[in-house]
């Protein structure tokens, strides 16, 4: 199971008790420790920075925004591995985070272009 991202593989994001929903990670040009990673689907969403100083941590700093509705706000969250439970997880407002690499959501939806999705649309 991989810790850190892989470009081209869908991971699965899930805030608080919501359903996980497909997020992808994106190499940024350069950085061979940070990504952009961003939750694909679902009525709240969260996108930005993820920089991993070791497989066992990344620093996640972006914004969680709902495409239907007001619930923007700034994100600065640290995730932990929780070997466990096999993710990442961390807390943002008192609100639980996960993000983990699941070998059926990989490659499903068409990959990590997901049909060319954003994460923006509404």
Not at 82 to 90: A, I, V
Request: proline share 7%.
């Amino acid at each position: 199971m991989p810790r850190i991202p892989v470009t081209g593989d869908l991971w699965q994001c899930q805030i608080a008790d919501y359903d996980p929903q497909p997020c992808r990670f994106d190499a940024k040009p350069n950085q061979a420790t940070e990504y952009q990673l961003t939750k694909l689907m679902g009525s709240v969403r969260f996108t930005g920075t993820a920089e991993f100083p070791d497989s066992e941590h990344f620093q996640f700093t972006g914004e969680q925004f709902c495409p239907w509705g007001a619930c923007d706000e700034p994100l600065d969250i640290s995730f932990t591995w929780n070997g466990e439970r096999g993710r990442f997880e961390g807390q943002s407002n008192g609100e639980p985070f996960a993000v983990w690499w699941d070998k059926d959501v990989a490659a499903a939806y068409g990959g990590a272009g997901y049909g060319g999705l954003t994460g923006q649309e509404q």
